[in-house]
T-cell receptor, first 116, second 110 residues
């Protein structure tokens, strides 16, 4: 069964810590994405990547960075965690070419991060 | 600006009581409209993709339809296991990523 795996389901970090969220997909997908999901705000795009070592800013990149050293792995980095980064973080992947039935993202189960 | 608006925010139904969820969108040159289901504490699960006005897709008790300005997710004779948050998304104008609505939380009671 194809999967997007996020390394942690729950994470508690202190303000100011550097936080790494890891995401691995086994579908040989070119595209990978990081979203955060908050009540009343829905899913908002943080960063995405279309290829190894390539990254593009989404709608809310401030306070975050990403790394894609290998095709299957996409990491989200919180340089200095703050309480307003407490959220559910969702990783997704997709094939490069849009097409019937195969462009839908495959999501991971999410990481619920609490910054105290 | 590309935008997706879903209504209602929440919907409570009795088992067997059919209804529809609405997704209205503004994007220049629609390249795809997507429906997802999300259960509590889990990531969204892909349901349908619609590409052109008049297109319809079905899966069990769900049917998605598309017009030039909106999409509907029709739920026929729902069961309690259909309770979830349903998300609508469109591919942005640049064709680079999905823009999501805030979702409709459906609760079906027996």
């Amino acid at each position: 069964d194809v999967k997007v795996t996020q390394s942690s389901r729950y994470l508690v970090k202190r303000t100011g810590e550097k936080v790494f969220l890891e995401c691995v997909q086994d579908m040989d997908h070119e595209n990978m994405f990081w979203y955060r999901q908050d009540p009343g705000l829905g899913l908002r795009l943080i960063y995405f990547s279309y290829d190894v070592k390539m990254k593009e800013k989404g709608d809310i990149p401030e306070g975050y960075s990403v790394s894609r050293e290998k095709k299957e792995r996409f990491s989200l980095i919180l340089e200095s965690a703050s309480t307003n980064q407490t959220s559910m973080y969702l990783c997704a992947s997709s094939l490069r070419t849009p097409g019937q039935n195969n462009y839908g993202y495959t999501f991971g189960s999410g990481t619920r991060l609490t910054v105290v | 600006e590309d935008q997706v608006t879903q209504s209602p925010e929440a919907l409570r139904l009795q088992e067997g009581e059919s209804s529809s969820l609405n997704c209205s969108y503004t994007v220049s040159g629609l390249r795809g409209l997507f429906w997802y289901r999300q259960d509590p504490g889990k990531g969204p699960e892909f349901l349908f993709t619609l590409y052109s006005a008049g297109e319809e897709k079905e899966k069990e008790r769900l049917k998605a339809t598309l017009t030039k300005k909106e999409s509907f997710l029709h739920i026929t004779a729902p069961k309690p296991e259909d309770s979830a948050t349903y998300l609508c998304a469109v591919l942005n104008q640049a064709g680079t990523a999905l823009i999501f609505g805030k979702g409709t939380t459906l609760s079906v009671s027996s």
